[in-house]
């Protein structure tokens, strides 16, 4: 736990570093559009970086007593309902945010008959903007009152009957399926969840640090809720996958490992309920030795190093905390896998932001030098131009000023050829927003549904699926083509410009979809994993091939919005370094003409002109000694342990 304090605190501590640097910048007009989009980036990956845990379990395993073993033991008492039986019954996620009271939302079951998915409900309840709308049921929480906090939290496991067919209509009944026979009550009315998603907003230390807690229900709910299986539970940071020592790894935990889970980065099983093992006729080398015989079966059948899967009893690790009593909670093991748990995720999530971070302070501080370059150049440029005045009669002097004139008008008429180049790259903007415009997406979106419902199988609905994304990778491609174009012609504008004037312009700031093509690629493939050949013959799948579509659409749709709002930002500043060199260049030639005529009409004195150039150059020299002492500091602060 204190690992993710810390964490928060450097967190903290380099945002801090990097607000006084972005300060520093402005004070020295040394960051311009571009710079104040990188600036805001970086910024925003430090406060709004999340780290989530997801933990995934068959029912009856301990998840949710876990949580409330390392996160909650604190108030006392259980937080999350915890007893036999299933008590998850919709994907409950724990989180903070400040703009929200403490409160639990609850997304009805009945929104599972629309197409809309549950991010697009968050969006849509005001996930982002704190307005909730009619869809989500809101309950405050009493943070002092843990009892009724508790009462509140069992909102989470309510479940009500519905006619089979109802059932049926959600996804949440199978007449085809065998097992569903023994959910059919004799008056024909099937269990089902009294709600669809849970969040709740809690403000724990933990969660306030940028903490997510997944907490969700069994294999049944993995399968027919999608947003668990193409979104939270892939992006997670971390997924613990919790399993009962007393049943070892059954039939329905190895599809849910194989199907949703699988090895990788931040992957690990818990084996819960150790304490069914603790024979107290055996010595306790004995027991540990049946605990680990056991643990290495569970990574053998998981394809898991032994190290990574950790025994544990959540249930007597709880108590110890409560009690007070330490060599209960050593004997539980829960130590070892919270500290597994953080020093595996923190360190790498770190390593991550930093290394973003170091590539946005680079591109930062190379604009700043740009900018610093030109000004200086600028300042011995006329202080050239002013030394060699020493000595000079009026009419050289009269000469000069008409020399710098010319150089104006000219430095104007090239300004004015360039009107035809802004005209091109605003036609070629408004293709790019064509290509990647929200309308086409939702119009194939429309379009893949009604050829879904069209098709009799469910084996002839996965092809207007995957002919879907192929035709949202066509789009990205477009749209990879029209930014290259872009590309190529403001570089040439950019290279052609500074040849003119004698400018020294950094190239345009690139821009990359390569990352939304990439998110498509993953949900393509999570997709194909779901509904492979094999499991699409029965035709009571098309009903979850449905709701699968409707996630899918949701995160085409978020996909293509990032990818225009990093469009329209990118479009913006592209022209920033140029335009404000142009700015600068203008401006030095009018003090230029200005410093020339006053010397001219005798109203200063030129060794008072080239001094006071001369303390402007010391000047912007002791500036870019400071703004690299504060660029410094963001370093230091993203090196400090």
């Not at 939702?442 to 092809?463: I, K, L, N, W, Y």
Request: net charge negative; hydrophobic share 45%; glycine share 6%.
């Amino acid at each position: 736990m204190q690992d993710f304090q810390q964490y928060g605190a450097w967190r903290a501590a380099v945002a801090e570093a990097l607000e006084g640097y972005g300060a520093a910048l402005r004070e020295a007009a040394l960051l311009d559009g571009a710079g104040e989009q990188q600036l805001a980036r970086a910024l925003a990956r430090l406060r709004d970086d999340r780290l989530s845990v997801a933990f995934v379990a068959e029912f009856s395993r301990g998840k949710t007593e876990l949580i409330n073993a390392i996160f909650f033991a604190d108030y006392g008492q259980r937080i999350l309902p915890s007893s036999a039986g299933r008590t998850t019954m919709c994907p409950t996620e724990l989180l903070y945010d400040a703009a929200r009271p403490p409160c639990i939302r609850l997304l009805p079951i009945e929104t599972r008959a629309s197409n809309l998915s549950t991010s697009d409900y968050r969006m849509n309840g005001g996930e982002n903007s704190g307005d909730d709308s009619a869809s989500w049921t809101v309950l405050p929480l009493d943070l002092d009152a843990p009892e009724r906090m508790s009462e509140a939290f069992r909102q989470v496991s309510q479940t009500r009957r519905v006619a089979a067919d109802e059932a049926q209509h959600y996804g949440l009944w199978n007449p085809e399926d065998p097992d569903s026979a023994t959910s059919l009550a004799p008056d024909g009315t099937v269990e089902i969840p009294q709600w669809r998603h849970a969040i709740i907003n809690l403000p724990h230390p933990l969660l306030k640090q940028g903490l997510v807690i997944l907490d969700t229900p069994g294999l049944n709910a993995i399968g027919t809720e999608p947003e668990l299986t193409l979104k939270l539970i892939p992006n997670a940071h971390a997924v613990l996958f919790i399993l009962a020592a007393e049943t070892g790894v059954t039939k329905s935990d190895i599809e849910v490992w194989r199907t949703h889970i699988g090895a990788g980065p931040g992957r690990m099983a818990v084996l819960n309920k150790i304490d069914a093992m603790w024979d107290e006729l055996r010595s306790p080398q004995e027991n540990d030795a049946e605990i680990a015989r056991q643990q290495q079966d569970v990574a053998q059948l998981l394809g898991l190093d032994s190290a990574r899967v950790y025994p544990v009893s959540a249930q007597k690790a709880l108590v110890g905390k409560i009690n007070g009593d330490m060599a209960l909670f050593e004997k539980s093991r829960l130590g070892q896998l919270e500290a597994a748990l953080f020093h595996d995720l923190i360190p790498a999530r770190r390593a991550i932001i930093e290394r973003q971070l170091r590539a946005d302070l680079d591109l930062l501080a190379g604009g700043q030098q740009v900018l610093a370059t030109a000004r200086m150049r600028d300042l011995a440029e006329q202080q050239q131009e002013l030394k060699s005045l020493r000595g000079k009669n009026q009419g050289v002097i009269a000469h000069m000023a008409r020399r710098v004139e010319l150089e104006k008008k000219e430095f104007d008429a090239s300004l004015f050829k360039l009107q035809g180049t802004r005209a091109v790259f605003a036609r070629l903007s408004t293709e790019l927003y064509s290509t990647l415009g929200m309308d086409t997406v939702q119009e194939h979106t429309d379009a893949v549904r009604a050829a879904m419902q069209a098709a009799r199988f469910a084996t002839g609905m996965r092809a207007p699926v995957r002919s879907y994304f192929e035709t949202m990778r066509a789009k990205l491609d477009a749209s990879a083509g029209k930014v290259a174009e872009i590309s190529v012609m403001m570089d040439s504008m950019v290279r052609k410009f500074s040849a003119e004037h004698g400018l020294s312009l950094s190239s345009p700031m690139a821009l990359s979809l390569e990352r939304y093509r990439r998110e498509l690629d993953e949900v393509e493939a999570l997709f194909l994993k779901q509904f492979g050949t094999a499991t699409l013959l029965m035709t009571s799948r098309s009903t979850l091939l449905e709701r699968f579509f409707d996630s899918i659409a949701s995160r085409v749709r978020h996909c293509f919005r990032e990818a225009n709002l990093e469009a329209e930002t990118w479009l913006k500043v592209i022209m920033a370094p140029l335009e404000t060199a142009i700015r600068q260049h203008r401006g030095q030639l009018r003090h230029r003409q200005v410093s020339i005529q006053r010397i001219h009409d005798a109203t200063d004195s030129l060794e008072q002109k080239i001094a006071a150039f001369e303390s402007t150059q010391q000047a912007l020299e002791a500036t870019r000694a400071q703004l690299a002492q504060a660029a410094a500091r963001v370093v230091a602060a993203m090196e400090a342990a």
